[in-house]
């Protein structure tokens, strides 16, 4: 038996996360849109309405309020949280039979729901934080979107200097100023990732019968 077929490999969790306009999103769909890096995300459960541009099971599992809470309260859920009276969640089941098929899960969100997930699953778990060049740049980043009024936009830049406080959480800490050189950089911190002794099943046993051959 050759050692490619005799070791196989866990799957991990690549957790992403930035403040608002740092590029997570953007990176994240890069990951998952380059067929070869065979990254799947994971799709939240939430109590919120669905939106008419949206799929129930693509974007979000649209699920009743008793429903989320009853996951919640079982234990079914690896990370939640309310927002604007509205909960979101990921559902543990799927992560976990991806993981033992050897498949790796990306996963865009904040510190908090990050914390969550290593608590859960240290082993598994790969966490990157994304930082902007400068708040100046992370200013004109988010007043490029065109997308929220001045006084949400001064809000964001509030919140990403609490968000930005938590970097030192994060197993890696990657400053976007270049897009494209910061997907590079994921792409070695997934591939050294992969490659970890801990991750790599029948290692141990490949070793063992190694040393017991005689040439």
């Known amino acids: ?40 995300l994971s799709i939240s ?11 129930d099971g693509v974007h979000y599992h649209f699920i009743e309020k008793d429903q989320f809470v009853f996951q919640r309260d079982r234990g079914d859920l690896l990370e939640w949280a309310e927002v ?23 996963f865009d969100i904040d510190w908090q729901g990050t914390q969550q997930i290593v608590e859960k699953m240290r082993d598994d778990v790969v966490t990157v934080f994304i930082l902007p ?7 004109a980043r988010l007043v490029r979107r065109a997308e929220d009024a001045p006084e949400v936009i001064a809000q964001r830049l509030e919140n990403a200097r609490g968000e930005i406080s938590r970097w030192a959480l994060y197993d890696y800490v990657l400053v976007n100023e270049d897009l494209g050189v910061t997907f590079r950089d994921l792409e070695m911190i997934l591939h050294s990732e992969r ?11 490949f070793v063992d ?6 040439c």
């Open 1 to 40: 038996m050759t050692a490619d077929k005799s070791i196989t490999r866990r799957g991990l969790v690549l957790i992403l996360s930035s403040p608002s306009g740092a590029g997570k999103t953007t990176l994240t769909r890069n990951l998952i849109e380059k067929a070869e890096l065979e990254l799947r």
């Open 45 to 55: 459960v939430t109590t919120r309405p669905r939106r008419p541009s949206e799929i």
């Open 84 to 106: 604007h009276g509205n909960f979101y969640g990921t559902p543990r089941k799927p992560v976990e039979q991806a993981l033992a098929a050897g498949r790796d899960m990306v």
């Open 133 to 139: 060049p400068s708040m100046a740049e992370l200013k």
């Open 195 to 205: 490659l970890k002794r801990e991750r790599r099943v029948g290692l141990s046993a």
């Open 209 to 214: 019968r190694l040393l017991a051959e005689r």
